[in-house]
């Protein structure tokens, strides 16, 4: 498996605190079955500013230091970008890194809400030739009053990547509901576990895609996986229409 979210580089943001738990991340990742990390520290969001060079170093040196001990998994760069009015001339000077330099963008909304601004910063990332992938919609608070908003944004071309965590209740259970529905509307393009730490936020990918086989169907799992491959090789990914009825949001 290939996980597209992951905050294992050690000591940029507020996930691996050190490089001996960047470690365990991989070592539990590997027994998960995964054997692809892409590396997303946060960038833009006001605390965490990890521009493209210093996210490639420390993939080197973490990659490094995987080989020396043997450890199945390959770190590749990416970010997780918030979204801010400076973003495109950050991506201009060449300091925004997509996943695995491709075109796929990973964008994550402020907590609180979706901005005024958001529909025009991504028609520029569009002309841009930038495919964006939506990072957790599912505990944004706009979606979750309001999916239709969600709905519009992946009808102009945006992606949604639903974190396991959120699949498994790590985050209360109107979350969890909120992203199996993602799911079964075929809102959700790929799963990623987010993972920040082997405390209270390590991946449990594995977990949830056995979940999802169970309660949406092993197509969709396979789907989910087999993207995240594309996503890595810069391919295009599958998508499903999703289903629109005018009461499918009634169980928020």
Known sequence: MIDTHCHILPGLDDGA????????MAIHAANEGIHTIVATPHHGDGRHDNDASAVGLAVQELNLELETRNIPVQILPGQEVRVYKG????????????????QYLLLEMPSYGVPDYVEDLLY???IQGLTVMIAHPERNIDFIKDPRRLQQLVGQGCLCQITSQSIMGLFGRKIQRFAIQLCKKN?????????????????????AFSYLEKH?????????????????????????SYQYKKKIWSFI
């Not at 809102?187 to 977990?207: E, F, G, P, Q, Y």
Request: avoid cysteine; hydrophobic fraction near 40%; charged fraction near 25%.
């Open 216 to 240: 949406i169907s092993y197509k969709a799992v396979e789907n989910y996986i087999l993207n995240a491959s594309r996503i890595v090789h810069n391919e295009s990914i599958m998508t499903e």
């Open 87 to 102: 973003l495109l001339d950050d991506l201009e000077a060449g300091t925004i890194r997509t996943l695995n330099d491709t």
């Open 187 to 207: 809102l959700t393009h790929t799963i990623a576990s987010d993972a920040h730490n082997m405390a209270n936020r390590k991946s449990d990918l594995s977990v």
């Open 17 to 24: 605190g050190s490089l001996e738990e960047a470690v365990e």
């Open 124 to 126: 520029e990332l569009h």
